[in-house]
Each structure stands twice: as C-alpha cells, then as structure tokens.
C-alpha cells in the first residue's frame, strides 16, 4: 500500500516568507509526527498528533512553527517569517496507533533558505 | 550532556566484514530500543527493535543491549554494499517520545 508521502520533496524560499509543508500519513494511522533533520544533527521531534487529544507541540523551536492535522489525516507544518537557520530535512511519520512501536517515515521535505 | 550520543562516522569497510554501529544513553528510564536505517534523501525505515537487555537476531544484524552500562549496539555480518546507510539509534521509555541519535555513517565498499 501507499507509505507516507510529503510535498513539496523540495522548497527554496527567501528569509522572511512563510512556507507552508505537507504530510499525508498512511491511510488508518492514528499517530503522527513532525521532526526536523539537519546536517550533523539527529532527528529533533517538533510536534505530535495522536488521534482527537491535543498535540504535543513541545519541540517546536519558537512561535513561528505551527502545525495541524485536518480530519486526522492530512498535517500541514507552517513556518512563517523564514530564517536562515530553519534550513533543513523536514520529516513526517506515521504510526498505527499510540500503543504500537514502528513508526513509518515520510521521505522529507528539503527546505532551503536563502 | 545529550540523552543519545552517536558517533557520526563515516565508518568505511570493506565488503564482506563485520560492522559495529553502537549508542551510549544516559535515561535509565528507556527500555524500548529502535535501530533505524537511512539511505542518502530518503526517510528512515526501522531496521531492528529490542526490549529491555539481551540480543536480537533478524539475519545478518543483531542488535545489543547492555542496560547496565547504557550501551546499545549493533552488529552487520557479511556486510554489503548496499549496508551503505546512516543508522541511527532511537531508545524510547514507552512513551510516544523517541530519543534519536545523530546517526553513523557506514560505507561499505566493493
């Protein structure tokens, strides 16, 4: 069946934009999952979505990070006013439910700020 | 000090020899332990899982745990070119949260 899917694969924005990422998980997942990738560094958690609760939004690095999930499927990842510094892989997982261990990656979005 | 450390690598080898990719972590409170493989522009995909101490077989790779030492290992036999990866080490205390590593680069070469 069809995995986790992300667009766009890549973005080139200039600092000060909003930009605008997006996960589609696989079909019946209940969990979902933002991290951010950057070079040299593992993968740093930014938010997570689990069925109707309210997200953990605990590793978003400042308030220009916001996220949602419609419907408990699509999420869509925002970064307004675009910095140098948020240049990066940004990769959405999926998993089943909460209870289960594997969780299911996206192929990332490379977001390039110039 | 970091929750997970990894070294980065790259680690080069020849094909056909024995690989060690190994973690060290400071939460005694972990006791679920991934090992994910990521190939270059790819997302990772979950290689091996391990509850508590012990070993896990699946194939060529097993994965280590030394709990008393916060040690987390794993092993490639006969490795191949197509090991070529960053693998990178997520312990969990069950919660939803995993803790990843920076990952290690392993080139396997023909």
């Known amino acids: 069946g069809a995995g986790v899917s992300q667009s766009p694969s890549n973005k080139v924005t200039e600092k000060g934009k909003d930009v605008e990422l997006r996960c589609d998980p696989i079909?019946?997942?209940?969990?979902l999952y933002w991290y951010r990738q950057s070079l040299g560094q593992g993968l740093e958690f930014l938010i997570y979505?689990?069925?109707?609760?309210?997200?953990?939004k605990s590793g978003l690095p400042s308030d220009r990070f916001s996220a949602e999930r419609t419907g408990g499927s699509v999420s869509t990842l925002t970064i307004q006013r675009t910095q140098q510094e948020d240049s990066a892989v940004y990769l959405c997982?999926?998993?089943?439910?909460?209870?289960?261990?594997?969780?299911?990656f996206g192929p990332g979005t490379r977001l390039t700020v110039t | 000090q970091k929750e997970v450390e990894q070294d980065p690598g790259p680690l080069s080898v020849p094909e056909g020899a024995i690989v060690s990719l190994n973690c060290t972590y400071s939460n005694s409170a972990f006791q679920y332990f991934m090992w994910y493989r990521q190939y270059s522009r790819k997302g990772p995909e979950l290689l091996m899982y391990t509850y508590s101490s012990g070993n896990k077989e699946d194939g060529r790779f097993t994965a280590q745990v030394d709990k008393s030492s916060k040690y987390i290992s794993l092993f490639i036999r006969d490795s191949q070119p197509s090991d070529s990866a960053t693998y990178l080490c997520a312990p969990s205390s069950g919660t939803y949260k995993y803790i990843f590593g920076t990952g290690t680069r392993l080139k396997v070469l023909a």
């Open positions: 997982a999926s998993r089943v439910t909460s209870a289960s261990y594997e969780q299911y």
């Open positions: 079909s019946g997942h209940t969990a």
């Open positions: 979505f689990q069925g109707n609760s309210a997200p953990d």
